[in-house]
């Protein structure tokens, strides 16, 4: 599982009039996602983010976040392999507000995580019902929730999604904490693309993906954009 460690600084936190802004911004920039953030405050109703704008983002070497309160969206840089949990108020957004939006970026001779974490999968234990889960990468949209379906003993599932991760990949000889348990692998003793498939294969087995789009069907992607941007 991707690590949160180590605290970093809020940079800069500024009002914009759309993500080319902030986009245009990042890159004139240097600065260490590691140990510093950004935080971009946009109003869709009066400029919507764009698929190509979403897509964009994924680029990047760094994950971003994007969170809603009272109408108005913020748009975190994270790190190369998280975002977020800097703060309680940032937790709160992420957890209960009307969008928790977040990217897998491509990482040059790595696979695409093209799929919820481990880590993204145990957060939607804590997430609000009403709070649209959604990851962006270079391959498309994807949604996705609570896990409802244990694939091992093939029966709905109700129980918390860190049980049924831990179940899951004991099943197959891997601990995810890589706790140096008995008898079991560590997870990150995997290559990046077997980490990549196995926690898809996750995802998918146990229903955790809702729905899935591809940049390529613009029809499907122009409504998922209208629930990125808060029903607009």
Request: one cysteine or more; a neutral charge; charged letters at 30%.
């Amino acid at each position: 599982m991707s690590s949160a460690e180590g605290p970093r600084t809020q940079r800069e936190s500024r009002a914009v009039w759309s993500v080319s802004e902030a986009i245009t911004y990042l890159n004139k920039i240097r600065f260490d996602p590691e140990k510093e953030y950004f935080v971009f405050s946009l109003d869709p109703k009066r400029n919507p983010i764009t698929p190509t704008e979403l897509r964009i983002l994924t680029s990047f070497e760094f994950e971003f976040g994007i969170t809603e309160d009272r109408g108005i969206l913020y748009i975190e840089t994270g790190k190369k392999n998280y975002v977020g949990g800097e703060s309680d108020k940032n937790n709160k957004r992420r957890d209960t507000s009307r969008l928790s939006l977040h990217t897998h970026p491509n990482h040059e001779g790595e696979a695409t995580v093209h799929t919820p974490s481990f880590s993204d999968i145990y957060i939607t234990d804590f997430a609000s019902k009403n709070t649209p889960l959604v990851l962006a990468t270079s391959e498309g949209i994807i949604f996705y929730g609570k896990p409802t379906y244990d694939p091992i003993n093939k029966k709905a599932w109700t129980g918390e999604p860190r049980d049924l991760m831990l179940m899951y990949s004991k099943h197959y000889g891997y601990d995810i904490f890589c706790a140096n348990l008995d008898g079991l692998k560590n997870f990150d003793s995997m290559s990046k693309p077997e980490m990549a498939a196995f926690q898809r294969r996750f995802a998918i087995e146990t229903k955790a993906i809702t729905a899935e789009i591809p940049w390529s069907d613009t029809k499907r992607i122009a409504e998922a954009m209208k629930i990125v941007n808060l029903g607009r």
